[in-house]
């Protein structure tokens, strides 16, 4: 006997009993408090099942929605969470990479080859992990959405983290001590990974995106910019990785934080 | 929804004609507007349609939906700025089946309300897809994210904490069998 069958008992609007009655309530956790007292709470729980509510003509609206999804958007979103990460996170990587073939850093001989590898798996692990959680949307369970805002903050403290714990770049006191222009690499990085928030934006489903969402959709447009700035700038001054580097996430959060606020949804 | 999407449109109206109602049934329970609860199940079977490809055929759609359709409802009533409160209660204003009810049950419902209102967001939210909409503890997991050894002891401290706040005088809705008795009463004296 299942939870479900005492349930429907007392829907029955008897109090269920007999012998696999009594074998469940001495295994089941949760069940026989329902009986307790007269089974008060078994009755009154069934007592306030309300019957189902009809539709009425909701299906013509449901139907109207379904038909004006057309489109390149609407096909994007429409593709399975999976499909959509991996293209998101793709996205990102080349990023990364052309950096790397294209405008690759100065001393990128000098410093240390499997640092910077590490580091960049760091770094594409946690766009594999918050793009499927990202794009996951409304059929995540609740508990994964009510963590989303916990989620969001460590995306954004990620690229300080491994500013502070994996100081990438050359010994030499020219690269040490450069301050270098921390606003120049904030804004390279900033307007280089606009792709990667515009796909997002092609691949979320929802209409009305709770805000944790898109601050965690920006904290990983700043992970995929650090992913980007680490083969291209040659800085490892702490205050420039900090300033110019790690900030772009938070400006993005801030940015589609703020979106957040505009009305987006009229029916 | 195996059928849905593998291209048959028309198995769309049926889960809709399945589930439509579950739904409308969970959203009015907490909401006080019809509307709204029409534009959150709207909603509720848009995304359903974006996101078919996502859907695993030999899972059970009912904890699916259900799974959408709460995160659409925490997110309205976090915009919103409110918690649900006397859900029950607001009910009986919509839902004329609850008007026929004796005085007695009204109060016994409303007091119920009451309570479950206070409990811990986690354990109500196991109670009410458990008894008022309708699904089996397992499927309950599905939705919230626990495994089911959890959401069965968090439906049993539920379940303490309603029995204490009910109290052991709190009055019974009436079997089955007396209700029928009842009606043979009143039938008779008429």
Redesign the interface.
């Given at each position: 006997m299942e939870c479900a069958e005492i349930r429907r008992g007392f829907l029955a609007g008897r109090v269920p009993a007999g012998p696999a009655v009594d074998a469940h309530l001495k295994s089941c956790p949760s069940c026989p408090e329902l009986f307790d007292h007269g089974a008060v709470l078994g009755r009154q729980l069934a007592e306030a099942v309300l019957p189902e509510a009809g539709a009425g003509d909701l299906f013509a609206l449901v139907e109207r929605d379904v038909k004006a999804e057309v489109g390149l958007r609407a096909r994007l979103r429409a593709l399975a969470t999976p499909v959509r990460s991996a293209a998101l996170v793709g996205v990102a990587v080349a990023l990364g990479l052309s950096q790397l073939l294209l405008h690759r850093r100065e001393d990128f001989a000098d410093y240390s080859a499997p640092l910077f590898w590490v580091m960049s798996a760091v770094l594409v692990l946690a766009l594999v992990a918050g793009s499927l959680r990202l794009l996951k949307g409304a059929s995540a369970p609740l508990a994964a959405q009510a963590r989303e805002g916990r989620a969001a903050v460590q995306w954004l403290l990620l690229p300080a983290l491994i500013a502070l714990l994996m100081p990438l770049g050359t010994s030499s006191p020219k690269w040490l001590a450069a301050w270098g222009s921390p606003g120049a690499c904030f804004s390279y990085g900033a307007v280089l990974v606009l792709p990667f928030v515009l796909l997002y934006w092609l691949f979320e489903r929802r209409d009305d995106v709770p805000r944790a969402v898109l601050i965690s959709a920006g904290a990983l447009a700043g992970i995929a910019a650090n992913l980007l700035l680490y083969a291209h700038c040659p800085s490892s001054h702490l205050g420039h990785l900090l300033l110019g580097h790690a900030t772009i996430g938070v400006a993005w959060a801030l940015v589609l934080g703020l979106v957040s606020r505009s009305p987006q949804r009229s029916r | 929804m195996g059928a849905y999407v593998a291209g048959d449109a028309a198995a769309?109206?049926v889960i809709?004609?399945r589930y439509?109602?579950?739904l409308?049934?969970a959203m009015?329970?907490e909401l006080y507007v019809r509307e709204e609860?029409?534009?959150l199940?709207?909603?509720t079977?848009?995304?359903l349609?974006?996101?078919?490809?996502?859907f695993d055929p030999t899972q059970k759609l009912k904890p699916?939906v259900f799974?959408?359709a709460?995160?659409?409802k925490?997110?309205y009533f976090?915009?919103k700025k409110r918690r649900p409160e006397r859900s029950?209660d607001a009910?009986s204003a919509v839902?004329p089946?609850?008007a026929a009810l004796g005085a007695a049950?009204v109060d016994?419902?409303r007091t119920?309300?009451r309570v479950l209102a206070e409990l811990p967001p986690d354990q109500r939210?196991v109670?009410e897809l458990?008894?008022?909409d309708?699904l089996?503890?397992p499927e309950v997991a599905?939705?919230?994210?626990?495994s089911v050894?959890a959401v069965?002891?968090r439906?049993?401290r539920g379940?303490?904490r309603?029995?204490q706040a009910?109290g052991?005088d709190?009055p019974?809705?009436p079997?089955?069998?007396e209700?029928a008795a009842g009606n043979r009463d009143r039938a008779g004296s008429i």
């Open positions: - | 769309f109206r809709f004609e439509a109602p579950l409308l049934r009015l329970r609860a029409n534009d199940v709207q909603q079977f848009l995304l349609h974006r996101a078919r490809a996502d699916w799974t959408i709460m995160n659409l925490r997110e976090r915009k029950l009910e839902e089946a609850v049950q016994a419902r119920l309300a939210e109670i458990h008894w008022f309708g089996e503890f599905q939705v919230v994210g626990a050894s069965k002891v439906a049993h379940y303490v309603l029995r009910l052991d709190a019974l809705p079997l089955a069998a209700a």
